[in-house]
């Protein structure tokens, strides 16, 4: 029974002297371990963090060359240019809108001059068509011709009529004057009518004023024209070679005056 004892201690001492030198083997190791992560394992330790970091499944990306010292210089110049030629493109493009919308300022601006002036002419035809015409009865009206009365005037009595050989009656006078002779204004006057007729040739009327009109007879080579203003004494033409229905009295100026609708007898007028 004591050598079983003895035997047992002994292997309790082989056991125990075991776990002692697996303890230090692990020791030292650990120690190594240690040291050499320290000393060379760092850097695989940041090898892993960044393989760890970079996705496998992307490229690596181009590193594209750095440009030389003389290309930078060269770009660096040009930018300036390139902003310039921009910017004078701007102003360019700014100063043609400009001249662009000027010309049409121009174009609307002549249009509507254009537009303006026949209104203006207008204005003033219509002023000249209406002038301040006012007919002096005291003054009385001067003689368009010289001449003897071949034929009164007479809306109450009837005359006789040589070339028609018949009496009837007379609205205006007729007056004697060689052809050729000038018929002038019988007093301040415009033109209203240059009419033909049968019996009374080219005949010019004209108003005076205050309603009063006096219309011209038996003319030839007439120098005025609808609307003319005419002072007293201004040509109004020549006389004609007669019509046939006044060959017998031979040539002459028919001189009418009226007021309003109504004939008045021109020798009350003529001084």
Do not use: H
């Amino acid at each position: 029974m004591f050598e079983e004892k003895e035997t047992f201690w002994k292997k309790k001492g082989f056991y125990a002297s075991a776990c002692v030198l697996l303890v230090g083997i692990m020791a030292v190791s650990a120690i190594a371990y240690r040291k050499w992560n320290f000393g060379t394992g760092g850097n695989n330790k940041m090898m892993a963090d960044i393989a760890t970091e970079m996705p496998v499944a992307t490229p690596a990306a181009t590193v594209l060359p750095k440009p030389s010292a003389a290309a930078q210089k060269a770009a660096q110049a040009n930018a300036p240019v390139a902003k310039n030629n921009t910017s004078e493109g701007d102003k360019g493009a700014k100063k043609a809108k400009k001249a662009a919308q000027a010309v049409k300022k121009t174009d609307a601006a002549k249009t509507k001059g254009k537009e303006a002036k026949p209104g203006k002419k207008a204005a003033k035809t219509s002023a000249a068509a209406q002038p301040k015409l006012s007919f002096n009865e005291e003054a009385g009206l001067l003689w368009p011709v010289e001449g003897d009365i071949l034929l009164k005037y007479s809306m109450n009595n009837s005359v006789y009529f040589k070339t028609l050989a018949q009496y009837k009656c007379n609205p205006g006078i007729v007056i004697s004057a060689k052809e050729g002779t000038e018929v002038k204004a019988a007093a301040d006057c415009q033109v209203t009518k240059v009419t033909k007729d049968d019996e009374l040739g080219s005949v010019v009327t004209t108003d005076i004023g205050d309603q009063y009109t006096a219309s011209y007879g038996q003319l030839d080579n007439i120098s005025v024209n609808k609307g003319d203003i005419l002072k007293e004494g201004d040509v109004i033409g020549t006389i004609a070679k007669p019509t046939k229905y006044y060959t017998e009295e031979g040539s002459n100026l028919f001189f009418q005056i009226k007021n309003g609708k109504d004939t008045v007898d021109p020798m009350l007028l003529l001084r």
